[in-house]
Protein backbone atom coordinates (compact mmCIF):
# COMPACT_ATOMS: atom_id res chain seq x y z
CA UNK A 1 0.00 0.00 0.00
CA UNK A 2 1.16 3.52 -0.27
CA UNK A 3 2.29 5.36 2.17
CA UNK A 4 0.06 8.55 2.46
CA UNK A 5 1.89 11.47 2.59
CA UNK A 6 1.20 15.13 2.84
CA UNK A 7 1.73 17.23 0.51
CA UNK A 8 1.66 21.05 1.71
CA UNK A 9 1.78 23.05 -1.62
CA UNK A 10 1.35 27.20 -0.62
CA UNK A 11 2.14 30.12 -2.58
CA UNK A 12 2.76 27.98 -6.17
CA UNK A 13 1.36 30.23 -9.13
CA UNK A 14 0.30 28.17 -12.20
CA UNK A 15 2.87 26.86 -14.47
CA UNK A 16 3.06 30.31 -16.97
CA UNK A 17 5.74 28.82 -19.56
CA UNK A 18 5.15 31.51 -22.33
CA UNK A 19 8.46 32.26 -23.10
CA UNK A 20 7.52 36.71 -23.37
CA UNK A 21 6.07 36.13 -19.48
CA UNK A 22 9.44 34.42 -18.06
CA UNK A 23 12.28 36.35 -16.22
CA UNK A 24 14.46 37.63 -19.42
CA UNK A 25 17.80 38.04 -17.22
CA UNK A 26 18.81 34.10 -17.92
CA UNK A 27 19.34 32.24 -21.87
CA UNK A 28 16.10 30.75 -21.89
CA UNK A 29 17.57 27.20 -21.25
CA UNK A 30 18.76 27.96 -17.80
CA UNK A 31 15.42 28.60 -16.76
CA UNK A 32 14.33 25.42 -18.40
CA UNK A 33 13.78 22.01 -17.52
CA UNK A 34 14.02 19.13 -20.27
CA UNK A 35 11.87 15.85 -20.66
CA UNK A 36 13.83 13.15 -22.84
CA UNK A 37 10.99 11.28 -25.18
CA UNK A 38 12.40 7.89 -26.34
CA UNK A 39 9.70 8.11 -29.48
CA UNK A 40 9.27 4.48 -29.84
CA UNK A 41 7.82 3.92 -26.10
CA UNK A 42 6.36 7.11 -25.67
CA UNK A 43 2.61 7.24 -27.69
CA UNK A 44 1.23 5.40 -30.54
CA UNK A 45 -1.18 7.41 -31.97
CA UNK A 46 -1.51 4.58 -35.31
CA UNK A 47 -1.52 1.56 -32.51
CA UNK A 48 1.04 -0.24 -34.68
CA UNK A 49 2.59 -0.72 -31.20
CA UNK A 50 5.26 1.83 -31.90
CA UNK A 51 5.12 5.71 -30.65
CA UNK A 52 5.05 8.38 -33.24
CA UNK A 53 5.61 11.90 -33.68
CA UNK A 54 1.57 12.33 -33.63
CA UNK A 55 1.92 10.37 -30.40
CA UNK A 56 3.96 12.99 -29.08
CA UNK A 57 1.80 15.63 -30.81
CA UNK A 58 -1.21 14.66 -28.96
CA UNK A 59 0.54 14.69 -25.16
CA UNK A 60 2.08 17.84 -25.63
CA UNK A 61 -0.56 19.14 -23.11
CA UNK A 62 0.42 16.15 -20.81
CA UNK A 63 4.09 18.00 -21.02
CA UNK A 64 2.85 21.62 -20.58
CA UNK A 65 0.52 21.21 -17.74
CA UNK A 66 4.11 18.89 -16.18
CA UNK A 67 5.52 22.26 -16.92
CA UNK A 68 8.47 21.21 -19.19
CA UNK A 69 9.91 23.61 -21.24
CA UNK A 70 11.67 21.95 -23.86
CA UNK A 71 11.77 18.08 -25.49
CA UNK A 72 14.79 16.30 -26.29
CA UNK A 73 13.45 13.60 -28.73
CA UNK A 74 15.72 10.58 -29.37
CA UNK A 75 16.59 9.88 -32.82
CA UNK A 76 13.06 9.79 -34.87
CA UNK A 77 15.44 9.59 -38.22
CA UNK A 78 15.17 7.29 -41.18
CA UNK A 79 17.04 4.25 -39.48
CA UNK A 80 17.01 0.22 -39.92
CA UNK A 81 16.71 0.56 -36.36
CA UNK A 82 19.84 -1.59 -35.40
CA UNK A 83 20.42 0.19 -32.53
CA UNK A 84 16.66 2.06 -32.27
CA UNK A 85 17.60 5.02 -34.70
CA UNK A 86 21.23 5.67 -32.93
CA UNK A 87 22.21 4.25 -36.31
CA UNK A 88 20.73 6.95 -39.10
CA UNK A 89 20.49 6.55 -42.61
CA UNK A 90 19.35 10.16 -43.56
CA UNK A 91 19.87 12.62 -41.35
CA UNK A 92 17.30 15.32 -43.11
CA UNK A 93 14.34 13.04 -42.94
CA UNK A 94 11.51 11.30 -40.46
CA UNK A 95 11.31 7.45 -40.31
CA UNK A 96 7.91 6.56 -41.56
CA UNK A 97 7.79 4.46 -38.76
CA UNK A 98 7.50 7.82 -36.68
CA UNK A 99 5.47 9.69 -39.53
CA UNK A 100 7.11 12.12 -42.06
CA UNK A 101 8.27 16.20 -41.89
CA UNK A 102 4.73 17.04 -42.14
CA UNK A 103 4.11 15.64 -38.96
CA UNK A 104 7.50 17.22 -37.57
CA UNK A 105 6.89 20.27 -38.39
CA UNK A 106 3.38 20.49 -37.18
CA UNK A 107 5.20 18.96 -33.71
CA UNK A 108 7.33 21.94 -33.46
CA UNK A 109 4.54 24.28 -34.30
CA UNK A 110 2.12 22.46 -31.60
CA UNK A 111 5.67 22.54 -28.90
CA UNK A 112 6.44 26.10 -29.59
CA UNK A 113 2.50 27.56 -29.12
CA UNK A 114 2.52 25.83 -25.49
CA UNK A 115 5.97 27.64 -24.78
CA UNK A 116 7.98 24.50 -25.47
CA UNK A 117 10.94 23.93 -27.21
CA UNK A 118 12.06 20.93 -29.44
CA UNK A 119 15.52 19.49 -29.79
CA UNK A 120 16.85 16.51 -31.72
CA UNK A 121 19.16 14.00 -31.25
CA UNK A 122 22.32 14.50 -33.56
CA UNK A 123 24.25 11.31 -33.69
CA UNK A 124 27.37 12.83 -35.17
CA UNK A 125 29.81 10.40 -34.52
CA UNK A 126 28.29 7.61 -37.06
CA UNK A 127 25.85 6.96 -39.60
CA UNK A 128 23.89 3.43 -40.20
CA UNK A 129 26.27 1.11 -42.11
CA UNK A 130 23.35 1.33 -44.77
CA UNK A 131 23.54 5.72 -44.90
CA UNK A 132 24.24 6.07 -48.54
CA UNK A 133 27.23 8.07 -47.37
CA UNK A 134 28.30 4.47 -46.02
CA UNK A 135 27.23 2.55 -48.91
CA UNK A 136 29.48 4.42 -51.52
CA UNK A 137 32.22 4.54 -49.24
CA UNK A 138 32.19 1.03 -49.06
CA UNK A 139 31.62 0.35 -52.91
CA UNK A 140 35.59 1.15 -53.78
CA UNK A 141 38.41 2.25 -52.48
CA UNK A 142 38.90 4.69 -55.12
CA UNK A 143 34.54 6.36 -54.41
CA UNK A 144 34.62 9.95 -53.31
CA UNK A 145 33.02 8.66 -49.89
CA UNK A 146 35.97 6.63 -49.14
CA UNK A 147 37.30 9.00 -46.67
CA UNK A 148 34.21 10.05 -45.13
CA UNK A 149 34.53 6.91 -42.66
CA UNK A 150 38.02 5.38 -41.56
CA UNK A 151 39.46 2.93 -43.59
CA UNK A 152 42.56 0.81 -42.56
CA UNK A 153 44.56 -2.11 -43.67
CA UNK A 154 44.57 -4.42 -41.56
CA UNK A 155 47.99 -5.48 -39.85
CA UNK A 156 48.12 -8.49 -41.12
CA UNK A 157 45.67 -11.63 -42.58
CA UNK A 158 42.95 -11.56 -40.14
CA UNK A 159 44.10 -8.74 -38.18
CA UNK A 160 42.73 -5.63 -37.51
CA UNK A 161 44.86 -2.37 -37.31
CA UNK A 162 44.68 -2.22 -33.87
CA UNK A 163 43.43 -3.04 -31.17
CA UNK A 164 40.34 -1.31 -29.92
CA UNK A 165 37.55 -2.38 -29.07
CA UNK A 166 33.98 -1.70 -29.64
CA UNK A 167 32.08 -0.41 -26.79
CA UNK A 168 29.17 -3.35 -27.44
CA UNK A 169 32.21 -5.76 -27.25
CA UNK A 170 34.36 -7.19 -30.00
CA UNK A 171 36.69 -5.43 -31.60
CA UNK A 172 35.81 -2.18 -33.15
CA UNK A 173 36.81 -2.94 -36.86
CA UNK A 174 35.14 -5.26 -39.16
CA UNK A 175 36.50 -6.51 -42.46
CA UNK A 176 35.18 -5.34 -46.04
CA UNK A 177 35.75 -8.80 -47.76
CA UNK A 178 35.26 -6.46 -51.19
CA UNK A 179 37.80 -3.65 -51.14
CA UNK A 180 40.05 -5.84 -48.47
CA UNK A 181 40.17 -3.14 -45.72
CA UNK A 182 38.90 -2.69 -42.18
CA UNK A 183 36.52 0.45 -41.11
CA UNK A 184 36.33 1.43 -37.84
CA UNK A 185 33.38 1.97 -35.37
CA UNK A 186 33.26 2.82 -31.52
CA UNK A 187 29.61 1.15 -31.22
CA UNK A 188 28.63 -1.86 -33.56
CA UNK A 189 29.51 -2.75 -36.91
CA UNK A 190 26.31 -1.48 -37.80
CA UNK A 191 27.30 2.02 -36.86
CA UNK A 192 30.66 3.28 -38.95
CA UNK A 193 32.51 5.95 -37.47
CA UNK A 194 32.34 9.08 -39.63
CA UNK A 195 35.71 10.66 -40.46
CA UNK A 196 35.70 14.39 -39.07
CA UNK A 197 38.82 14.86 -39.95
CA UNK A 198 37.39 15.47 -43.52
CA UNK A 199 36.39 18.79 -44.24
CA UNK A 200 33.26 17.75 -46.57
CA UNK A 201 31.55 15.70 -43.87
CA UNK A 202 31.97 18.71 -41.47
CA UNK A 203 29.97 20.69 -43.89
CA UNK A 204 27.38 18.11 -44.69
CA UNK A 205 26.77 17.38 -40.54
CA UNK A 206 27.38 21.84 -40.22
CA UNK A 207 24.24 21.64 -42.99
CA UNK A 208 22.27 18.96 -40.91
CA UNK A 209 22.05 21.89 -38.27
CA UNK A 210 20.83 24.50 -40.76
CA UNK A 211 18.16 22.04 -42.34
CA UNK A 212 16.71 21.43 -38.72
CA UNK A 213 16.72 24.88 -38.00
CA UNK A 214 14.67 25.75 -40.80
CA UNK A 215 12.13 22.76 -39.35
CA UNK A 216 11.89 25.16 -36.10
CA UNK A 217 14.73 23.04 -34.16
CA UNK A 218 15.87 24.50 -31.47
CA UNK A 219 19.08 23.03 -30.29
CA UNK A 220 20.37 19.52 -30.38
CA UNK A 221 21.58 16.51 -27.89
CA UNK A 222 25.20 15.62 -28.97
CA UNK A 223 25.42 11.86 -29.08
CA UNK A 224 28.54 10.18 -28.05
CA UNK A 225 30.53 13.69 -28.60
CA UNK A 226 33.40 11.93 -26.67
CA UNK A 227 34.50 10.00 -29.55
CA UNK A 228 34.63 12.35 -32.91
CA UNK A 229 38.09 11.53 -33.16
CA UNK A 230 40.52 9.40 -33.46
CA UNK A 231 44.71 9.33 -33.22
CA UNK A 232 45.49 9.50 -36.47
CA UNK A 233 48.77 6.96 -35.98
CA UNK A 234 45.65 4.42 -34.37
CA UNK A 235 48.11 3.41 -31.51
CA UNK A 236 46.86 0.75 -29.68
CA UNK A 237 45.17 1.37 -26.71
CA UNK A 238 46.58 0.23 -23.03
CA UNK A 239 44.86 -2.88 -21.67
CA UNK A 240 44.92 -3.00 -17.99
CA UNK A 241 44.00 -5.88 -15.72
CA UNK A 242 41.03 -8.03 -15.44
CA UNK A 243 37.66 -8.17 -18.16
CA UNK A 244 34.62 -6.50 -19.21
CA UNK A 245 31.38 -7.41 -19.47
CA UNK A 246 31.68 -9.01 -22.61
CA UNK A 247 34.66 -10.86 -21.63
CA UNK A 248 37.29 -8.65 -23.68
CA UNK A 249 40.18 -7.21 -21.73
CA UNK A 250 40.05 -3.99 -19.88
CA UNK A 251 40.82 -1.18 -21.93
CA UNK A 252 41.67 2.78 -21.61
CA UNK A 253 40.32 4.67 -24.17
CA UNK A 254 43.63 6.74 -24.54
CA UNK A 255 43.44 7.07 -28.53
CA UNK A 256 40.06 7.21 -28.89
CA UNK A 257 37.66 8.90 -26.78
CA UNK A 258 38.38 12.96 -26.13
CA UNK A 259 41.09 13.67 -27.89
CA UNK A 260 42.09 17.26 -28.16
CA UNK A 261 40.53 17.85 -31.71
CA UNK A 262 36.95 17.65 -30.14
CA UNK A 263 37.19 21.34 -28.95
CA UNK A 264 38.15 22.57 -31.77
CA UNK A 265 35.49 21.08 -33.85
CA UNK A 266 32.54 21.73 -31.10
CA UNK A 267 33.73 25.62 -31.74
CA UNK A 268 33.02 25.64 -34.88
CA UNK A 269 29.92 23.74 -34.49
CA UNK A 270 28.85 26.30 -31.97
CA UNK A 271 29.28 28.86 -34.30
CA UNK A 272 27.31 27.39 -36.75
CA UNK A 273 24.18 26.55 -33.78
CA UNK A 274 24.87 30.30 -32.51
CA UNK A 275 24.17 31.57 -35.26
CA UNK A 276 20.53 29.88 -35.25
CA UNK A 277 19.62 30.65 -31.48
CA UNK A 278 20.23 26.68 -31.52
CA UNK A 279 21.63 25.05 -28.62
CA UNK A 280 23.65 22.12 -27.60
CA UNK A 281 23.32 19.94 -24.84
CA UNK A 282 26.08 17.31 -24.82
CA UNK A 283 26.32 13.16 -23.90
CA UNK A 284 29.41 14.08 -22.13
CA UNK A 285 30.95 10.93 -20.29
CA UNK A 286 33.38 11.91 -17.96
CA UNK A 287 35.31 10.72 -15.47
CA UNK A 288 36.11 13.84 -13.54
CA UNK A 289 34.96 17.77 -12.98
CA UNK A 290 38.15 19.00 -14.50
CA UNK A 291 37.27 16.70 -17.93
CA UNK A 292 33.42 18.17 -17.87
CA UNK A 293 35.00 21.77 -17.34
CA UNK A 294 36.66 21.35 -21.26
CA UNK A 295 33.26 20.89 -22.47
CA UNK A 296 31.98 24.48 -21.77
CA UNK A 297 35.03 25.83 -23.53
CA UNK A 298 37.86 28.14 -22.41
CA UNK A 299 35.51 31.23 -23.31
CA UNK A 300 31.99 29.02 -22.48
CA UNK A 301 32.21 28.85 -26.58
CA UNK A 302 30.96 25.03 -26.56
CA UNK A 303 28.77 23.02 -25.30
CA UNK A 304 26.19 24.94 -23.45
CA UNK A 305 25.10 22.04 -21.54
CA UNK A 306 27.44 19.34 -21.27
CA UNK A 307 25.52 16.64 -18.93
CA UNK A 308 27.45 15.67 -15.53
CA UNK A 309 27.07 12.06 -15.55
CA UNK A 310 29.06 11.84 -12.55
CA UNK A 311 26.08 12.72 -10.81
CA UNK A 312 24.19 9.65 -12.32
CA UNK A 313 26.92 6.80 -11.21
CA UNK A 314 25.95 7.52 -7.24
CA UNK A 315 24.17 4.87 -7.07
CA UNK A 316 22.81 5.51 -3.92
CA UNK A 317 20.92 7.28 -1.81
CA UNK A 318 24.25 9.22 -0.01
CA UNK A 319 24.39 12.35 1.11
CA UNK A 320 28.25 12.85 1.53
CA UNK A 321 28.37 11.38 -2.49
CA UNK A 322 25.80 13.88 -3.55
CA UNK A 323 27.21 17.01 -1.55
CA UNK A 324 30.44 16.55 -3.06
CA UNK A 325 29.09 15.89 -6.75
CA UNK A 326 27.02 19.14 -6.63
CA UNK A 327 29.91 20.88 -5.35
CA UNK A 328 32.10 19.94 -7.99
CA UNK A 329 29.33 20.63 -10.47
CA UNK A 330 28.90 24.15 -9.39
CA UNK A 331 32.50 24.69 -9.90
CA UNK A 332 32.42 23.56 -13.57
CA UNK A 333 30.19 25.78 -14.71
CA UNK A 334 26.54 25.91 -15.44
CA UNK A 335 25.75 22.36 -14.31
CA UNK A 336 22.93 19.82 -16.07
CA UNK A 337 21.83 17.62 -13.80
CA UNK A 338 20.44 14.25 -15.10
CA UNK A 339 19.35 11.50 -12.84
CA UNK A 340 18.38 8.69 -15.66
CA UNK A 341 18.08 8.02 -19.51
CA UNK A 342 17.36 5.78 -22.08
CA UNK A 343 20.89 4.13 -21.44
CA UNK A 344 20.38 3.48 -17.85
CA UNK A 345 18.51 1.69 -15.18
CA UNK A 346 15.47 3.99 -14.35
CA UNK A 347 16.01 6.33 -11.12
CA UNK A 348 13.13 4.83 -9.03
CA UNK A 349 14.76 0.90 -9.30
CA UNK A 350 18.05 2.95 -8.56
CA UNK A 351 17.33 4.51 -5.32
CA UNK A 352 14.39 2.87 -4.43
CA UNK A 353 15.25 0.59 -1.22
CA UNK A 354 11.59 -1.54 -1.67
CA UNK A 355 10.01 -0.06 0.86
CA UNK A 356 10.09 3.81 0.47
CA UNK A 357 10.15 4.09 -2.80
CA UNK A 358 7.76 6.38 -3.49
CA UNK A 359 8.61 8.95 -0.98
CA UNK A 360 12.53 8.00 -2.72
CA UNK A 361 11.53 9.02 -6.12
CA UNK A 362 9.80 12.83 -4.67
CA UNK A 363 13.18 12.74 -2.52
CA UNK A 364 15.28 12.60 -5.84
CA UNK A 365 12.70 15.01 -7.78
CA UNK A 366 13.21 17.33 -5.45
CA UNK A 367 16.91 17.27 -5.22
CA UNK A 368 17.08 17.50 -9.10
CA UNK A 369 14.76 20.28 -9.71
CA UNK A 370 16.00 22.35 -6.76
CA UNK A 371 19.50 22.35 -7.42
CA UNK A 372 20.88 25.21 -9.30
CA UNK A 373 21.50 24.38 -12.91
CA UNK A 374 19.43 22.44 -15.80
CA UNK A 375 17.77 19.54 -15.23
CA UNK A 376 16.81 16.96 -17.78
CA UNK A 377 13.79 14.47 -17.01
CA UNK A 378 13.53 11.32 -18.21
CA UNK A 379 10.16 10.26 -20.02
CA UNK A 380 8.21 8.32 -16.99
CA UNK A 381 9.84 9.45 -14.07
CA UNK A 382 7.46 11.80 -13.47
CA UNK A 383 5.23 8.81 -12.57
CA UNK A 384 7.38 6.51 -10.99
CA UNK A 385 8.03 4.19 -13.76
CA UNK A 386 10.43 1.12 -13.05
CA UNK A 387 13.13 -0.80 -14.91
CA UNK A 388 13.04 -4.05 -15.20
CA UNK A 389 15.43 -6.24 -17.18
CA UNK A 390 14.21 -9.28 -19.69
CA UNK A 391 14.00 -12.40 -17.83
CA UNK A 392 15.06 -14.47 -21.27
CA UNK A 393 17.81 -13.82 -23.95
CA UNK A 394 15.71 -14.55 -26.38
CA UNK A 395 12.93 -11.59 -25.54
CA UNK A 396 16.15 -8.83 -25.31
CA UNK A 397 15.85 -6.41 -28.50
CA UNK A 398 18.44 -3.85 -27.48
CA UNK A 399 21.63 -5.44 -29.19
CA UNK A 400 24.22 -4.74 -25.99
CA UNK A 401 21.90 -6.89 -24.19
CA UNK A 402 22.03 -9.42 -26.81
CA UNK A 403 25.93 -9.26 -27.36
CA UNK A 404 26.66 -9.23 -23.34
CA UNK A 405 24.13 -11.51 -22.02
CA UNK A 406 23.41 -12.69 -19.26
CA UNK A 407 26.47 -10.05 -17.83
CA UNK A 408 25.34 -7.41 -19.37
CA UNK A 409 21.03 -7.43 -20.33
CA UNK A 410 20.87 -4.62 -22.21
CA UNK A 411 18.78 -1.25 -21.78
CA UNK A 412 15.10 -2.51 -22.30
CA UNK A 413 14.13 -2.37 -19.33
CA UNK A 414 14.54 1.42 -18.86
CA UNK A 415 12.59 2.21 -22.51
CA UNK A 416 9.19 0.37 -21.64
CA UNK A 417 5.90 1.94 -22.72
CA UNK A 418 5.22 5.02 -21.39
CA UNK A 419 2.50 4.58 -18.96
CA UNK A 420 -0.65 6.62 -19.68
CA UNK A 421 -3.56 4.42 -17.89
CA UNK A 422 -4.16 1.22 -16.42
CA UNK A 423 -6.18 0.39 -19.55
CA UNK A 424 -4.40 -2.70 -21.46
CA UNK A 425 -1.24 -2.06 -22.47
CA UNK A 426 -1.06 0.95 -20.10
CA UNK A 427 -2.99 2.98 -22.98
CA UNK A 428 0.16 3.06 -25.16
CA UNK A 429 -1.09 1.07 -27.76
CA UNK A 430 -4.04 -0.53 -28.45
CA UNK A 431 -1.81 -2.63 -31.04
CA UNK A 432 1.06 -5.18 -29.42
CA UNK A 433 3.55 -2.57 -28.11
CA UNK A 434 7.01 -3.47 -29.07
CA UNK A 435 8.20 -3.95 -25.60
CA UNK A 436 6.28 -5.33 -23.07
CA UNK A 437 4.46 -2.79 -20.67
CA UNK A 438 5.77 -2.53 -16.98
CA UNK A 439 3.79 -4.60 -14.22
CA UNK A 440 3.99 -1.57 -12.48
CA UNK A 441 1.34 0.28 -14.56
CA UNK A 442 -2.10 -0.68 -12.69
CA UNK A 443 -0.75 1.96 -9.51
CA UNK A 444 2.10 4.02 -11.41
CA UNK A 445 0.21 6.03 -14.44
CA UNK A 446 -0.27 9.44 -15.44
CA UNK A 447 -4.25 9.06 -15.47
CA UNK A 448 -4.40 7.41 -12.21
CA UNK A 449 -1.76 9.59 -10.71
CA UNK A 450 -3.74 12.83 -12.06
CA UNK A 451 -6.43 12.17 -9.77
CA UNK A 452 -4.23 11.53 -6.51
CA UNK A 453 -2.93 15.18 -5.00
CA UNK A 454 -0.10 12.46 -3.35
CA UNK A 455 1.00 10.77 -6.50
CA UNK A 456 4.43 11.57 -7.51
CA UNK A 457 2.82 12.77 -10.83
CA UNK A 458 1.24 15.59 -8.68
CA UNK A 459 4.64 16.21 -6.82
CA UNK A 460 6.71 16.61 -9.80
CA UNK A 461 4.05 19.27 -11.05
CA UNK A 462 4.12 21.08 -7.44
CA UNK A 463 7.87 21.55 -8.23
CA UNK A 464 7.62 22.09 -11.56
CA UNK A 465 5.29 25.04 -10.63
CA UNK A 466 7.14 26.23 -7.66
CA UNK A 467 10.52 26.14 -9.61
CA UNK A 468 9.15 28.26 -12.44
CA UNK A 469 7.87 31.31 -10.15
CA UNK A 470 10.67 31.57 -7.94
CA UNK A 471 13.50 33.54 -7.80
CA UNK A 472 15.84 31.99 -5.90
CA UNK A 473 15.18 28.20 -7.26
CA UNK A 474 15.93 29.73 -10.92
CA UNK A 475 18.98 32.02 -10.12
CA UNK A 476 19.83 32.02 -6.63
CA UNK A 477 23.12 30.98 -5.81
CA UNK A 478 23.54 26.97 -4.04
CA UNK A 479 24.94 27.23 -0.50
CA UNK A 480 25.15 24.11 1.44
CA UNK A 481 24.23 23.65 4.87
CA UNK A 482 25.63 21.60 7.66
CA UNK A 483 28.27 19.86 5.06
CA UNK A 484 29.07 17.46 8.26
CA UNK A 485 25.24 16.18 8.56
CA UNK A 486 25.51 12.31 6.84
CA UNK A 487 21.20 12.16 6.82
CA UNK A 488 20.04 15.33 5.71
CA UNK A 489 21.06 17.17 2.57
CA UNK A 490 20.37 20.76 3.08
CA UNK A 491 21.05 23.80 1.27
CA UNK A 492 19.36 27.45 0.66
CA UNK A 493 19.01 28.71 -2.84
CA UNK A 494 19.79 32.75 -2.57
CA UNK A 495 18.69 35.39 -5.04
CA UNK A 496 18.43 39.04 -4.35
CA UNK A 497 14.81 38.81 -4.42
CA UNK A 498 14.33 35.61 -2.28
CA UNK A 499 15.61 32.97 -0.38
CA UNK A 500 14.66 29.17 0.04
CA UNK A 501 15.88 26.47 2.18
CA UNK A 502 15.90 23.05 0.38
CA UNK A 503 15.80 20.36 3.66
CA UNK A 504 16.38 16.54 2.39
CA UNK A 505 16.02 13.22 4.51
CA UNK A 506 17.81 10.82 2.75
CA UNK A 507 17.67 8.59 5.34
CA UNK A 508 15.41 6.28 6.71
CA UNK A 509 14.90 7.38 10.20
CA UNK A 510 13.18 10.05 11.39
CA UNK A 511 14.81 13.53 10.99
CA UNK A 512 15.50 16.73 13.16
CA UNK A 513 17.28 19.47 11.22
CA UNK A 514 18.11 23.05 12.31
CA UNK A 515 19.19 25.59 10.01
CA UNK A 516 21.63 28.17 11.28
CA UNK A 517 18.73 30.51 10.60
CA UNK A 518 21.04 33.59 11.89
CA UNK A 519 23.77 33.05 9.64
CA UNK A 520 20.77 32.37 6.93
CA UNK A 521 19.56 35.93 8.14
CA UNK A 522 15.72 34.65 8.26
CA UNK A 523 13.51 34.51 11.88
CA UNK A 524 12.80 30.53 12.02
CA UNK A 525 9.27 31.88 13.21
CA UNK A 526 8.52 33.19 9.97
CA UNK A 527 9.30 30.55 7.45
CA UNK A 528 6.98 29.48 5.07
CA UNK A 529 6.84 26.36 4.17
CA UNK A 530 5.99 25.71 -0.02
CA UNK A 531 6.16 22.41 -0.67
CA UNK A 532 6.71 19.31 1.76
CA UNK A 533 6.56 15.55 1.92
CA UNK A 534 6.62 15.37 5.52
CA UNK A 535 4.35 12.78 6.84
CA UNK A 536 2.05 14.42 9.62
CA UNK A 537 1.92 17.78 9.70
CA UNK A 538 5.30 19.41 8.53
CA UNK A 539 6.46 21.66 11.19
CA UNK A 540 9.54 23.71 12.74
CA UNK A 541 9.70 22.85 16.10
CA UNK A 542 11.77 25.38 18.29
CA UNK A 543 13.58 26.38 14.69
CA UNK A 544 13.94 22.67 14.03
CA UNK A 545 12.71 21.17 10.49
CA UNK A 546 11.20 17.88 11.72
CA UNK A 547 11.66 15.09 9.03
CA UNK A 548 9.98 12.04 8.70
CA UNK A 549 11.73 8.96 6.69
CA UNK A 550 13.13 10.30 2.82
CA UNK A 551 10.99 13.12 3.17
CA UNK A 552 11.65 16.78 1.48
CA UNK A 553 10.98 20.12 2.63
CA UNK A 554 11.20 23.39 0.97
CA UNK A 555 10.59 26.46 2.41
CA UNK A 556 10.81 30.28 1.55
CA UNK A 557 12.36 32.29 4.20
CA UNK A 558 11.68 35.98 5.92
CA UNK A 559 13.76 38.49 8.53
C1 LIG B 1 24.63 6.96 -26.86
C2 LIG B 1 23.16 6.70 -26.91
O1 LIG B 1 22.56 7.33 -25.81
C3 LIG B 1 22.99 5.20 -26.91
O2 LIG B 1 21.65 4.84 -26.74
C4 LIG B 1 23.55 4.67 -28.19
O3 LIG B 1 23.50 3.26 -28.19
C5 LIG B 1 25.02 5.11 -28.38
N1 LIG B 1 25.23 6.50 -28.07
C6 LIG B 1 25.43 4.92 -29.81
O4 LIG B 1 24.83 5.90 -30.61
Known amino acids: MRKSLLLAVLAVAAVVPAWGQKQQSAPWWQHAVFYEIYPRSFADSNQDGLGDLKGITAKLDYLHQLGVDAIWISP ?19 DPMYGTLADFDKLAREAHRRGIRVIMDFVLNHTSSQHPWFLQSKSSRSNPKRDWYIWRDGK ?47 AAMFD ?10 DGFRLDAVDTLFEDPALRDNPTLAGKNEFGDAEMKNLYNDKLEENHAELRKLRQVTDANGQILIGETWT ?15 EIQMPMDFMFTTINKISVSEFRRQIALAESAGWPVFV ?37 ILYY ?9 QPERKEDVKDPLGVSGWPQQKGRDGERRPMQWSAAENAGFTRGTPWLPVDAGYKTHNAAVEDRDPQSILSFYRSLLA ?61 TEVLLSTVEGTSSIKDGKIQLSPFSVCIARLHK
Request: net charge negative.
Open 380 to 388: GEEIGMETH
Open 156 to 202: GAGQPPNNWQSDFGGSAWSFDAATKQYYYHYFEAQQPDLNWRNPAVE
Open 76 to 94: CYPSPQYDFGYDVADYENI
Open 208 to 217: VTRFWHRHGV
Open 287 to 301: DSIGELKTYYGAHDD
Open 466 to 526: LRHTSFALLDGDYLPLDESNAQVLAYARKSAKESIVVVLNFSAAPQSFAPDWKALGADAAK
Open 339 to 375: IGNHDMARSYTRYGDGQHNEAIAKLMAAMQLTLRGTP
